[in-house]
């Protein structure tokens, strides 16, 4: 069992680590490519805010300005390129995790008769996953408030607290 997260994790690690070299992932514009997404969004109009993840609507009224990115020196982007590939190597490997054992858990649930006790403490095992890569996106962003200026975090924290479309 312990060879087969070794192997997923150092699978991960490469995967991230190409990901990171090329820059693919985030278009390779800008400094790694991750900020770039920060001016286009991901639907490619105005600028995104925290991550990319957030674009303009027409008609929407704006108190604050995303313009963090947009103002970063080059050893803040140096430093927050660094953190990213951090925080993008980490999860890659939880989320690897977090799979097999989504998987092991679809087996446990598929027998006859059904081990209660064993399934739910994979259920339990995901939740300490999921719960390790929440700690670490949020260290992520204290991390990076640590490393901006006063005005940057003003506009960093504001794109933190708008209302987030969240996955499905």
Request: hydrophobic share 35%.
């Given at each position: 069992?312990?060879?087969?997260?070794?192997?997923?994790?150092?699978?991960?690690?490469?995967?991230?680590?190409?990901?990171?070299?090329?820059?693919?992932?985030?278009?390779?514009?800008?400094?790694?490519?991750?900020?770039?997404?920060?001016?286009?969004?991901?639907?490619?109009?105005?600028?995104?805010?925290?991550?990319?993840?957030?674009?303009?609507?027409?008609?929407?009224?704006?108190?604050?300005?995303?313009?963090?990115?947009?103002?970063?020196?080059?050893?803040?982007?140096?430093?927050?390129?660094?953190?990213?590939?951090?925080?993008?190597?980490?999860?890659?490997?939880?989320?690897?995790?977090?799979?097999?054992?989504k998987a092991e858990l679809g087996v446990i649930s598929a027998n006859t008769p059904v081990d209660k006790r064993a399934m739910y403490a994979k259920?339990?095992?995901?939740?300490?996953?999921?719960?390790?890569?929440?700690?670490?996106?949020?260290?992520?962003?204290?991390?990076?408030?640590?490393?901006?200026?006063?005005?940057?975090?003003?506009?960093?924290?504001?794109?933190?607290?708008?209302?987030?479309?969240?996955?499905?």
């Amino acid at each position: 069992m312990l060879t087969r997260y070794v192997l997923i994790a150092l699978f991960a690690l490469a995967s991230a680590n190409v990901v990171a070299v090329d820059g693919s992932r985030h278009g390779g514009m800008g400094h790694g490519g991750h900020h770039a997404e920060h001016k286009k969004g991901h639907d490619g109009k105005g600028h995104g805010g925290h991550h990319g993840k957030h674009s303009k609507k027409k008609g929407a009224v704006h108190l604050f300005t995303d313009h963090w990115a947009k103002t970063l020196t080059d050893k803040q982007k140096l430093d927050i390129d660094v953190m990213h590939l951090k925080v993008g190597q980490f999860e890659a490997v939880q989320k690897a995790k977090k799979k097999m054992l989504k998987a092991e858990l679809g087996v446990i649930s598929a027998n006859t008769p059904v081990d209660k006790r064993a399934m739910y403490a994979k259920i339990d095992e995901i939740l300490e996953v999921k719960k390790s890569i929440m700690r670490n996106r949020y260290d992520h962003i204290a991390e990076m408030r640590e490393v901006l200026t006063k005005e940057q975090r003003l506009s960093y924290d504001a794109g933190l607290l708008k209302p987030k479309k969240h996955k499905k």
